[in-house]
């Protein structure tokens, strides 16, 4: 069975700094890509970073130079560090996963909350 555990969440000031971590478990990490994915109240969804498997990244351009996104196979997890954050990056965030061979299943992680005071 397919898990991803968020941490590292809370509240923290305007340009101020988190780093949240997802821990997978049931997957052979080193063959999916993940990803990183917030809502805020009242807004739909959105991708905020993503790595392949082979460690390409992206990012939503409302984070690039702020945020970064990275992986470690050896422990099954992926990081998404914040920097200079904003309130407007107030938001639930949600780690995903997906194989490289079954691309259009997705898996979600029960979320973390990310709360940033100006």
């Known amino acids: 069975q397919v898990q991803l555990v968020e941490a590292g969440g809370g509240l923290v000031q305007h340009g101020g700094s988190l780093r949240l971590s997802c821990a997978a478990s049931g997957i052979i990490f080193s063959i999916y890509a993940m990803g990183w994915y917030r809502q805020a109240p009242g807004k739909q969804r959105e991708l905020v970073a993503g790595i392949t498997s082979g460690g390409r990244t992206n990012y939503a351009d409302s984070v690039k130079g702020r945020f970064t996104i990275s992986r470690d196979n050896a422990k099954n997890t992926v990081y998404l560090q914040m920097n200079s954050l904003k309130p407007e990056d107030t938001a639930v965030y949600y780690c995903?996963?997906?194989?490289?061979?079954?691309?259009?299943?997705?898996?979600w992680g029960q979320g973390t909350q990310v709360t940033v005071s100006s």
């Open positions: 995903t996963g997906n194989s490289d061979y079954a691309p259009q299943m997705v898996n």
